[in-house]
Structures are given as C-alpha cells and as structure tokens.
C-alpha cells in the first residue's frame, strides 16, 4: 500500500494508542496468572493481536468489552502437557519473552513468527536457557526455536549489549521455576525498559531484586496475581506526532504519562534541546502534551541509546534543525524492523536530507525536505517519519509499504489525516 503526503499545517488533538510494549508484557503477566486479569484501555495492533493469540493457544479465555480486555487464567504451568506451536508474528518483544515463558512446559514448544523477525538473533538465549534447565533448538541463531522445559531455575548469564528483551522473558519466567535464580547480565541497554518490566511484576505481586542492572536474584515458586491493570498511552507512537506539532503546527496529545517508565519518554528532553514549545497538562490519570510550530529549531546532540526507537523521529526533528545535528546509539538499530540507520540514510536521502553515519553516531544536517518516492522498508517507525517529514516537504511524498504501520499504530494515517489541514 502507498500513501501520498503532502506539505500542510497540523493542527488538533489525538489520542496515543495504548503502550504496545506495556501491553504486551501485561498480556503474558494476565496469562501467568490465576484468575480473571483486566487489562484497561488496551489498542489493538499487530504485536498485541499476537500476544493475545498465545495468551489464548496457551489456555487463556480473552474476553474483549471495548478497550478492556478480560484475561482469564489458570496458569500455564496447570495446562495439559502436549506439543505447541506459538507464532508471534513480527514482535521482537513477544519473541523474546514467550522462549522463556514457554520453557515453564515439559512438553516441546516451536516459537516462530514472519517478516523481519526471522532475520533477528535469538541466539543469545540459547546458553542461558540451558543452564536453567532447558532443552532448546535454534536454527543457526533464529527463529523457529523448539524448547522443552520445564524451566527449572539457577545461574545463568547473558549479554544484554544486542536487546534487553531477553533478560525480560527471564524475569517473567523464573518466578514460577522451582528453583531461585541469579540472572548475571553484561553490558545491559535500554535499561528503562527494565525498570518497565520490573514494576508491572510488581503490580503483579511478582518481586525482583535488582542489583545496579548487573545482577537479577529472583525467588521460584512465586504466584502472579490476578489484578486490574490500566495501560498508558505510547510515547514511541507519539513521538511523531509531537514532531508534526512543532514542524507543522500544533499538536495535542492525549492519554500520555509524564511519570512513565517507557523510554520513548526522553522524546521531551529531545524536543527541549532542539529549543521546541511544549505544554503538558494533567489530566487523571495521564495527561495531555501539545507542541507547537517553533521559527528556530537548533540543532541539538542526544544520546538514544537507551531509547533507540526514537531515532526515525529525532531525524525527522534534526532535518528542520538549522545545522548538523548528532544523535548517538546507531549500533542499536541494524536488528529492528529494518536496519534502520541505513534505511533511514537512504530514504531521508531521497528527500534532500544529508545523513551520516560516523561510528556510533548519526549525523544529520538540517536542510530543505522534498518531493519524493519513499519505502518504509517494511518498517512502522520509519513509515510514520517519512510521513511527519513530508508535512514540511516542497512536493508530494509516495510512500510505500504504508501498511507497516499496523505493527505498533493502526490508526496512524486516520490520526494523522485529521490533524492535517490541506
């Protein structure tokens, strides 16, 4: 699918779609659990049809009553012991929590999924898995992976450098291992997104103890407990539409959490430094974020390694910049959707944007955007930044492979077409 976007002034309010990573790990903590789990103000997308999937192929009922979702649970470790096959889709996230969640069951268990998740290394769970009790098989590195539990508990030790998300399939899983365990990490990135990990299982009456993101001691035979869990809106997602506002108008942005834990937050310490106008207004429980058109934009220098999900949205910022600006963690992106620093130096290219990649660094000279035909790569982040460029462009910009965004923002184009005035 394409989509043409024009130059236009934005101007109104949107709603951010539910955190899809919140929403995902609510989801296995819902399944983990026993009892009824109500997961509120849960948007649907690609990432989160799939966790629901498993929840249900896992011996979850999953009852929709508008946004809420009821997730009724027994346990899987009470489930019938029989082969299982979990396909998760294009999710990273999913993909690396569900290996050590399906390890709780003694009986084989293929994790597979499409597109760009085949091509994405699962390999470094495979030693860490062992040493806790499992039998595993990778195909030389990736997906499928057919695991045979249970998860017993222990030491083990990973390398945090590539994704975080491994150590949270980790923490999710061995509080119902029999055995306590001490999970050793190296070199840890996104560490926020641990801290995300570790206060959902708490609310969960899960409990972890983190020593300097080095060192994970977690009990066994922990119980998650049923609860009620309200998901906050996603700054990943609302990333470009907060750049649209100060590009190209004003912008408002509804059901966000200036206190969240998720990352994508430090998109605001971003919009500061590049001197951006923004207003947050509380509204209980979350809060409401506009920005509006700044004359000046600067450029600014930003470390995103902790949130490297941000960058197709910084580079869509640093393009408007008046001079070069410099955004650091470009080794976290080859194993996203795309690898995502050449993609983006190839597509802002095609729109007069002069991006280099020096080491761990991108540099990107702020310049005049134009016309163009563009691809997503396949890849939502950088579909939505190709877009929210466009709204500055000198011509009209063809997109294609629009329909990427349906992994994380389905809404996307709707949201983004009421906010344009042509």
Known sequence: MTKSVCASEV?????????????????????????????????????????????????????????????????????????????????????????????????????????????????????????????????????????????????????????????????LALPLAKQDSAVYVHNLKSKPYIDLTIDLLQSFGIVVENKNYEIFRINGNQQYRAISYNIEGDWSAASCLLVAGVIAGEVTINNLDTNSLQADKAILDALQLANTNVCIRQNKPFCSVTTTYSNYLKPFEFDANECPDLFPALVVLASNCNGISKIHGTKRLPHKESNRALALQQEFGKLGITIAVNDDTMLITGGTITGGKVSSHNDHRIAMALATAALKSTGKVIISGAESVNKSYPQFWNDLQSLTKQ
């Open 11 to 171: 101007s109104g309010t949107s709603i951010a779609p539910s955190s899809k990573s919140i929403a995902q790990r609510a989801i296995v903590a819902a399944l983990l659990a026993s009892g009824t789990s109500i997961l509120r103000n849960l948007t649907l997308c690609d990432d989160t049809e799939a966790a629901l999937s498993i929840a249900k192929i896992l011996g979850a009922d999953v009852k929709e009553d508008g946004y809420d979702y009821h997730i009724i649970s027994k346990s899987i470790t009470t489930l019938p012991q029989k082969e299982q096959t979990l396909f998760c889709g294009e999710s990273g996230l999913l993909t690396r929590m569900i290996i050590p969640v399906a390890s709780l069951l003694s009986s084989p268990v293929t994790i597979t999924g499409n597109g760009s998740i085949l091509g994405r290394p699962i390999d470094m769970i495979e030693k860490p898995l062992q040493d806790l009790g499992v039998c595993i098989r990778i195909n030389r590195g990736f997906l499928p992976a057919v695991i045979e539990g249970p998860l017993k508990g222990g030491t083990a030790n990973i390398d945090g450098n590539i994704s975080s998300q491994i150590l949270t399939g980790l923490l």
